[in-house]
């Protein structure tokens, strides 16, 4: 819109937008953000400038739209801009070349003599892109004539170059993002046609009577003569690719297919041409954009002009959003370049020069751009690991094409995305209908959909990742995903991540759901696709459920989520739509039709058969996409017609049951031959008892491992064929992961364990301390990153191993019970000190990632490489271990055996302090029990942090753990420990509301105690967001609400800068509105005199 002036300086124009006809203008003019009416205040135009300008600014950019004089357009004439810029505006630096132009639908290929075809149409954009030697824009009529052999041929007379880094880097930010989300071209021409209600009737799509398209306004002169009628595109086609440029105005289908021969002899396959982009690409590289208004043939007419015109306009204006403005001003100036023209004698030297130039401006660019796409990563992974983008689009690869459209022309499913408030749309089926499926399809559809221009996001909840799938995970992976679509977000997350990082801390939860609120405010409209809800386990459904419902009220967001048949599960998300899913008899022919072309050729001939074979396996399957895959795995075994007839009436007898289809799987798999079906059921074991996921090559490693092996071999391995083969497809590798088909796979091995795998448990155990026992291990641990990481690359099962042996042996049901040898083998390796320092050591890379971080550090001059960087972590001693698996009865006998029982770790840890760390109750009650356990003893390294087993528990929010410590009386818990670890404060900052409750409701606890950092249990609460801790505190006798940390702020100021709103209540409502007076309770004098104390006593 029309302003009186914009900025004072002329330099602060940097983008040149240069249209050769008066329509190109008003359609280039129409895009302005803002318009200025007035030149800046010291713009002076040069004698001689023929070039009229416009001024205004479109996003970030300050942009002049330079026209050529009335009347004049060709290559001859874009020179003569490009020099009246250099003249009058030298500050420009980057220039988009925006008008029309004539579409090539056809591709010559001069070597097979073929001729292809493109679907390019009217109205359509075609962008600049460099190809094989082209830059992006061709000369087409740059040649000379040579004779070769006798013969006149023609030889191309230089060459022109691309565009400067900056767009180039900005177009390929913009197609990644139509490829999600579509162009805003219709939505910018609207918006255009709102300012300018006068241009709506001249330049809109030429096609639209009243709603509908006029089907006879497209029409392509072929080669041959021939004419193609097809319809006219109601919203424009990006394409990429060469344009061809020269002073001839393309108007004969004939001249044009010359034209096109010619260049089809260079492998030059341009897609459009035009008069004016050859006479700007050496003096001032631009990208060019042009609308499609005609095909260069006998049926050109100015009927699509204005529309092209304004659709290539609209283009530039989404182009120019994603144009970083700091790559802009690192670009060259026009002034610049076309001296260095002028200074050059020849057109290759020109080339060489600026090619010189570019290539310096392109490494400095890339060294930002690398620096700046690190930074960028690094936020977004501290935010949290993983986006979930692997698991989509490994699930769409496996999508099979054109299942699932009942689904998205549905219209439930339309409603809800038209929806303009926040809407909830829950998706039930049975298990195995293809809900993951669904979910997978509708975020792909809504990534491409036209005219959408929201952003979506997703989460994937897994039976095998629910340890990890946390309520932070959950909230983090969402506004990762937020922040990675939107700079304003990721500016909100950076700022969060300073704070936190600043504060060595991990924001609370309330900060993330926070933070994600203030980004579904910002973008209204998101779309949030949840799959698999019932997979989430049922505390965290609910934490994640009334997350979801206070995003929904406050903010617009429409949310998607697939579930099993639960109503509980169903009721916590409140959905106002429901569309219940369930494989449609159209797909699943689709899916048993595909399936049977891998029928051995005796049996796919039959026709009769095979179509009896896909009614069989639908009839069987009872809408359930599982069923019918693991049917045809079944059928497709088959060599003989016969043996096909029998299976699909077996199939007739168990219709639609799982189980049946599983116990048929498994009885294949055991009539192979033996030592097929044992490995088949060795590996199922694994898969299914796994405490994680596991890759190929740690499953491979694991299977070559046999008992009394001292080291893993490669002749020992298994290919991937094998590995699937013989568990007959109910094992599936993921992205290098193998998981089980589907999670009732995971329900019925957890049925029936010990029907299939009776002593499996054991063996895995086995193999894993065996593994642990390796020769190379008994040297002890690593001393340096490079060799622990060499270690750890070399035994792919070793991290696994170390890692969770001792959960696996605490599956079973009683450890006095375990088998004999087992427990010999296991205390062998408890008792061998090299290895459990070894083992201890793959447990944790907290030390090499560290070390890590110091790569390239310089030490007196010399850079410290990563292979002589020592690692001083060496592990934990048997006893340790066995205590923190929890492993009760390992433990005491090591303790029997002269382990002592205060032993400390590397790091200064004693059993019991490990076991109240990870939660063993009954372990702490074991160990607090015995005589020579020193219950105050604890981490003797860790200085910044608590490290009695009290401390530990209640930081870890282990009420029952607390609670045993508690009840020996042998505790000190009057004032902090001997480093300033304090029961209290540590519960408090974590939130945890029943280990507060037992320590106030215990004798001596100060509900105002003072840590080294002077801050107390409350305002620790405040500074974590815990609304329902802070209240347990207030309820405390003598809670001193009015203390000061050092930097003088009380708990209600801390929670007014942080913005908690209900603890700011309970704060005021405690009598706390006025924080100016002086500290109650004991006087700061004495306060600090107590703490200055207690810092003489640690540190003396």
């Known amino acids: 819109m029309s302003q009186l002036c914009g ?53 970030k950019h300050y942009v002049v739209v330079a026209a050529l004089p009335s009347g004049e357009y060709g290559l001859t004439s874009t020179a003569t801009v490009a020099q009246g810029l250099h003249s009058s505006l030298p500050h420009v630096r980057i220039g988009l070349l925006v008008g029309i132009g004539a579409g090539v639908r056809e591709i010559v290929d001069e070597e097979d003599k073929t001729v292809g075809q493109r679907d390019i149409r009217l109205g359509d954009v075609i962008v600049s892109h460099p190809e094989g030697t082209v830059g992006g824009v061709v000369q087409s009529d740059l040649v000379k004539a040579k004779t070769v052999g006798g013969s006149q041929v023609l030889e191309r007379k230089g060459s022109l170059n691309s565009p400067p880094l900056a767009l180039r880097t900005a177009l390929t930010k913009l197609q990644a993002t139509h490829i999600k989300r579509g162009t805003t071209i219709p939505t910018t021409i609207e918006e255009a046609f709102k300012r300018y209600p006068n241009m709506r009737s001249d330049f809109c799509h030429p096609g639209l009577g009243g709603t509908e398209i006029d089907r006879r306004t497209d029409t392509y002169h072929s080669r041959g003569g021939t004419t193609t009628s097809n319809e006219a595109r109601a919203s424009p086609k990006i394409h990429y690719g060469t344009i061809a440029s020269s002073n001839t105005l393309e108007k004969s289908a004939r001249h044009r297919d010359a034209v096109l021969a010619r260049l089809a002899k260079e492998n030059i396959k341009p897609m459009c041409f035009e008069m004016e982009a050859a006479g700007l690409m050496n003096n001032f590289p631009c990208l060019v954009i042009r609308g499609t208004c005609d095909y260069g043939d006998e049926n050109k007419n100015d009927d699509w002009q204005n529309y092209a015109a304004v659709t290539a306009a609209g283009f530039a204006k989404e182009f120019l959003r994603c144009v970083d403005v700091q790559e802009v001003q690192e670009t060259q100036e026009i ?7 002028r200074e050059s004698a020849t057109l290759i030297e020109v080339g060489t020069l600026h090619q010189a130039v570019e290539r310096n401006r392109e490494d400095v660019s890339h060294l930002k751009m690398s620096a700046d796409a690190h930074r960028r990563s690094h936020i977004l992974d501290w935010l949290c690991s993983d986006d979930y983008s692997t698991q989509f689009e490994t699930r769409r690869a496996k999508h099979l094409r054109e299942t699932g459209q009942w689904f998205l022309e549905d219209r439930t499913f339309l409603n809800w995305i038209q929806a303009d408030q926040s809407s909830t749309l829950i998706c039930p089926g049975g298990p195995g209908c293809g809900k993951t499926t669904i979910s997978t399809l509708v975020i792909d559809h809504l990534r491409s959909a036209s005219g959408l221009q929201k952003p979506v996001i997703h989460f994937f909840f897994d039976y095998q990742r629910q340890a990890e799938q946390t309520v932070d995970d959950f909230v983090a992976t969402l506004l990762r995903q937020l922040a990675s679509l939107s700079q304003e977000v990721f500016s909100a997350v950076e700022k969060l991540h300073n704070r936190f990082v600043f504060q060595s801390r991990r924001p609370s939860l309330d900060d993330l759901q926070s933070e994600l609120r203030s980004a579904f405010l910002t973008i209204t409209g998101v779309f949030v696709v949840i799959d698999a809800w019932d997979e989430c386990e049922s505390v965290k459904r609910a934490e994640c459920a009334n997350m979801l419902r206070g995003c929904l009220s406050h903010c617009v967001v429409h949310l998607l989520a697939t579930t099993r048949d639960n109503h509980e599960v169903r009721a916590l998300l409140d ?108 590996i199922l074991a694994w898969v299914v008892h796994a405490k994680r996921p596991l890759r190929f090559e740690e499953l491979n490693h694991a299977l070559a491992t046999r008992p009394g092996k001292r080291s893993i071999e490669s002749g020992d391995m298994y290919a991937k064929e094998v590995i699937l083969s013989v568990c007959a497809g109910l094992v599936t590798l993921d992205a290098d992961t193998l998981r089980l088909i589907h999670y009732t796979a995971q329900e019925f091995f957890r049925d029936n364990w010990m029907q299939w795998f009776p002593n499996e448990t054991i063996a895995i155990v086995d193999t894993c301390i065996t593994y642990l026992s390796f020769d190379a291990f008994k040297e002890g641990p690593c001393r340096t990153s490079d060799s622990l990481k ?7 099962l070793l991290s696994y191993a170390a890692k969770n042996w001792g959960h ?159 009840n020996t009386g042998h505790l000190s818990i009057s004032k902090a420990d001997d480093w300033g670890g304090d029961p209290l404060r540590d519960a408090a900052g974590n939130g945890h509301e029943g280990v507060i409750k037992v320590l106030l409701a215990t004798k001596g606890v100060d509900v105002n105690s003072i840590d080294l950092g002077g801050r107390t249990p409350l305002i620790h609460a405040v500074d974590y967001g815990h609304e329902r801790v802070v209240k347990a505190l207030l309820a405390a006798e003598g809670v001193d609400v009015h203390w000061r940390d050092p930097l003088g702020e009380t708990a209600l100021d801390m929670a007014r800068r942080y913005s908690h709103a209900g603890i700011i209540r309970l704060l005021e409502a405690a009598g706390t509105s006025d924080t100016s007076g002086p500290t109650t309770g004991r006087t700061t004098n004495k306060r600090k005199h107590a703490k200055t104390k207690k810092q003489k006593t640690i540190y003396e």
């Open 575 to 682: 959905g106002d739509l429901t569309l219940r899913i369930q494989a449609s008899a159209e797909d699943l022919t689709l899916y048993a039709r595909t399936r049977a072309v891998d029928l051995p050729p005796n049996i796919k001939d039959n026709e009769e058969l095979v179509k009896n074979v896909i009614k069989g396996v639908i009839d069987a399957s009872d809408g359930v996409f599982l069923l019918a895959r693991l049917h045809m795995n079944f059928i497709n075994e088959q060599l003989t017609a016969n043996e096909v007839k029998d299976t699909l009436n077996g199939l007739r007898k168990n219709n639609g049951s799982y189980s049946s289809a599983y116990e048929a799987t498994m009885e294949r798999i055991n009539q192979q031959q033996k030592r097929r079906s044992d490995l088949g059921k060795r």
């Open 335 to 341: 002034g610049n370049l076309i001296l260095q023209s």
């Open 7 to 59: 900025p004072e300086r002329a330099e602060a124009y940097t983008v040149a937008w240069i249209a050769a006809l008066p329509h190109e203008r008003a359609a280039g003019e129409a895009m302005f953000d803002e318009e200025y009416e007035d030149p800046p205040a010291d713009f002076k135009k040069s004698r001689g400038d023929p070039n009229a300008y416009s001024w205004g600014k479109i996003g």
């Open 808 to 966: 696996h042996l605490r599956d079973q049901d009683s450890l006095a019970e375990t088998d004999r040898t087992t427990t010999e083998t296991v205390l062998s390796f408890l008792e061998d000190t090299p290895l459990t320092l070894s083992g201890s050591q793959a447990m944790d890379m907290t030390e090499v990632r560290l070390h890590e971080r110091l790569r390239g550090v310089h030490s007196g001059g010399q850079v410290i490489s990563t292979k002589d960087l020592i690692i001083f972590h060496e592990g934990m001693y048997g006893v340790h271990l066995a205590a923190f698996f929890g492993l009760e009865h390992l433990t005491m006998l090591l303790i029997e055996k002269q382990q002592d029982a205060e032993i400390r770790d590397s790091d200064g840890r004693t059993p019991l302090w490990w076991a109240a760390n990870n939660g063993f109750a009954g372990l702490v009650k074991t160990l607090s029990g015995t005589q020579s356990v020193n219950l105050n003893k604890g981490d003797v390294k860790n200085r910044s942090r608590t490290c009695n087993p009290l401390s530990i528990a209640a930081e870890r929010g282990h009420e029952d753990i607390v609670q045993i410590l508690l």
């Open 790 to 796: 060499s270690r750890l690359n070399q035994y792919k």
